[in-house]
């Protein structure tokens, strides 16, 4: 059994180097101006009901600038500033309220450990912060996503034109998000390597809960044991995990995860884990007993076939859309090919005919954020693939189960495989591969397991 940790062991070390943390504020403060202001709140702790607040999580902007993992805090990156450029306003320590809550970092550990310039009392921010935006022409901030933050921030102006007599308050604000997300787009070593552990520990819990599949089980059973391995892995889930059995595959979003498993179905499970804010998010699909019935395997080895040749369009210099029109191409012929779409595969791509059993778009990008952060075209072109970008790969089919025209051994099959894939400087790694993709291979895991 692990033993607690003794006082102050939660603050001793951070997976990114206190290090990089600070080369990224010095460059969003070369990218803002000598003349800005910056500042990013830490996110609030949130409320459950009555007296039990939701499990904390970071903001994930303050997180990649600081590591600090509190809640009640104001980053302000101040360029030139003589006494320190990178200020933390944070909790102090008070016995008394740590005797209920835990420990915080308080101000002298935000500097010592945490490598900001200079820290205050969060109590004194009102006091402190209009004097140091003082004479600042631009303010860079997330204006809008949180009221009560921007309810402090205008309090500020207001504060600095009375105490100064106008003149001096910042006269534009600017959203921080043009600048900041473009930087988190771009996975340094460490996030990468903290991105192959959460890949991995995701990947542990996909195997351990294919083994928990057996006919008669709930969705729910399955989902604890993707739960039970993160966990003590020492992750958390990345997202709610999706269960679906049978027809209910063909639910995108499907979290329910309360019905039966019978036998005879496949079951979709699309599930990440995330170690130190940065996620993973992988999705595999299989038949509950083991055995692929003969339109189950049509269709898994089209989606198959049609995510591997979106996987080999991830490489630096190809546009981020390449690997979904791959994807689209071979998932349009592959339908064609078994009469769910009559006609040709390119008359099928060109009238969006394809789209009934194949919605949504091929993937996303992946980092501090399921979905994270940074732009997918830039002036109107899609995005080039560069070294340190990482995507998932996520191709599907789903056949209503009520569709016409259709025969009825087709419907209700939902098929989806995940991965998730780093562009590397020569070509791409894909960072959850030690889950079985192949149908083979997925049979003879599952025979194991079982």
């Not at 062991?9 to 969003?28: D, H, P, S």
């Not at 308080?106 to 935006?133: K, N, Y």
């Not at 009560?148 to 534009?172: I, N, S, Y």
């Not at 994807?327 to 078994?338: D, K, N």
Request: with cysteine; net charge negative; charged share 25%.
């Amino acid at each position: 059994m692990p033993q607690r940790p003794a006082p102050g062991e939660r603050y001793a070390a951070l997976n990114i180097a206190t290090a990089e943390f600070a080369r990224r504020r010095r460059q969003l403060m070369r990218m803002a101006g000598a003349d800005a202001a910056l500042l990013v709140a830490a996110a609030p702790e949130r409320m459950r009901n009555a007296d039990a607040a939701w499990p904390y999580r970071q903001d994930s902007d303050f997180h990649y600038l600081t590591g600090f993992p509190e809640a009640d805090a104001v980053l302000a990156l101040l360029p030139g500033r003589a006494h320190g450029e990178a200020v933390l306003f944070c909790r102090e320590r008070d016995p008394a309220h740590e005797r209920w809550h835990g420990e915080v970092a308080g101000t002298e550990r935000a500097v010592s450990h945490f490598g900001l310039d200079d820290a205050f009392p969060i109590e004194d921010i009102d006091d402190i912060l209009p004097g140091m935006i003082e004479g600042r022409a631009r303010v860079y901030c997330h204006f809008g996503r949180e009221p009560d933050f921007d309810a402090r921030l205008l309090g500020w102006m207001r504060r600095l034109r009375q105490l100064r007599g106008g003149g001096v308050v910042p006269k534009e604000f600017v959203a921080l998000g043009h600048l900041l997300h473009d930087l988190r787009l771009y996975k340094s070593r460490g996030e990468l390597k903290l991105m192959r552990q959460a890949a991995g520990i995701a990947a542990e819990a996909h195997v351990a809960a294919m083994a928990a599949a057996l006919p008669g089980r709930l969705e729910y059973e399955v989902e604890a044991e993707l739960l039970r391995v993160m966990r003590s892995r020492g992750a958390v889930p990345a997202f709610p995990p999706i269960v679906a059995g049978g027809v209910n595959a063909c639910t995108m979003h499907y979290v329910a995860n309360r019905a039966p498993l019978k036998d005879g179905d496949l079951l979709l499970i699309d599930a990440g884990a995330e170690v130190d804010c940065y996620a993973s998010d992988i999705t595999r699909t299989f038949p509950i007993n083991g055995r692929w019935s003969r339109e189950q395997r049509a269709l898994y080895e089209v989606v198959l076939a049609a995510q591997q040749a979106a996987i080999d369009e991830v490489k630096p210099g190809r546009p981020f859309d390449a690997a979904h029109h791959a994807a689209v191409q071979v998932i349009a012929e592959g339908l064609c090919a078994l009469g769910l779409i009559k006609g040709a595969a390119d008359a099928a791509i060109e009238s969006g005919a394809y789209k009934t059993f194949f919605p949504s778009k091929t993937g996303h990008w992946l980092g501090l954020d399921v979905h994270d952060v940074g732009d997918y075209r830039v002036d109107g072109d899609a995005r080039l693939l560069e070294p340190g970008m990482v995507v998932t790969v996520e191709p599907g089919i789903y056949v209503p189960p009520d569709l016409r025209g259709v025969a009825e051994r087709w419907r209700g099959i939902g098929i989806r495989i995940e991965d998730d894939v780093a562009v590397s400087a020569d070509g791409h790694e894909v960072l959850s591969a030690a889950v079985p993709r192949e149908p083979q291979a997925l049979t003879e895991l599952l025979a194991r397991s079982g």
